[in-house]
């Protein structure tokens, strides 16, 4: 069973890998292409938010590829300088995306404010579960012993598990709202649209991978706690 752990993890390493070299190249792609409009990711960003009637958020940039990410505790949208500078359909539809999140916290959507709550205990999960997984194998690998500690492992994991498909909606409802917002003002139009949509796609792709890694993970370890608890 350990060793049916060991495949799931490698075959989803490497359709991550398949998927994070995807996402790069259409970034690489749709960033040479220019909107029509010229506006670059950062007007774009605070243009969507006073759309929203949103003003309490500051766009910023910050070093790094992909790095684009919405902070909640300081209500900044942070970009990175491909995005942030850029004036082409990827800056474009990646600056949307992360304002989408900040407009989900401006009207509290739920999904995100079940994320945010479990972000403390997912802090936990992540860095204990594995270790106490690994501890709870063990100990039941020499005599037998009880399968407690591997069960407090795994509903450790569970944690991390249930924030990656909680992470789902939140995306994909921050990428819905993004593209809508791009359609509306017609920021991107046509064949712009299209690439845009296409882009927010493959970034979607990396959380659904991380999502069924995990919950295929997570399976492994509850069918190797039954497959104990009944030795």
């Known amino acids: 069973m350990t060793f049916g752990i060991l495949a799931v993890s490698v075959i989803f390493m490497i359709i991550g890998m398949i998927v994070q070299f995807r ?58 300088p491909d995005v942030y500078a850029g004036r082409s359909v990827a800056a474009a539809a990646v600056a949307a995306h992360e304002c989408g999140h900040a407009v989900q916290h401006a009207t509290a959507y739920s999904m995100l404010m079940l994320r945010s709550k479990l972000v403390p205990m997912v802090q936990v999960s992540s860095t204990l579960s594995q270790w106490v997984i690994i501890a709870g194998l063990g100990i039941m690998g020499f005599g037998g012993g009880n399968p407690t500690i591997l069960l407090v492992g795994i509903i450790l994991f569970a944690v991390t598990t249930l924030f990656t498909i909680v992470t789902l909606p939140v995306e994909f409802d921050a990428s819905k709202r993004a593209l809508v917002w791009l359609d509306q003002t017609n920021t991107t139009s046509g064949i712009e649209h299209d690439q845009a949509k296409d882009a927010l796609k493959w970034a979607a792709m990396t959380y659904i991978v991380a999502a069924l890694a995990s919950l295929a993970t997570l399976v492994q370890y509850i069918l190797i706690y039954n497959e104990r608890s009944r030795d």
């Open 23 to 80: 996402l790069k190249s259409k970034f690489a792609q749709y960033s040479k292409v220019p909107t029509k409009n010229g506006m670059s990711g950062k007007e774009i960003a605070e243009k969507m938010l006073r759309d929203s009637g949103i003003y309490d958020v500051q766009v910023t940039s910050v070093e790094g590829t992909l790095t684009d990410h919405y902070n909640p505790l300081n209500k900044t949208v942070n970009l990175s």
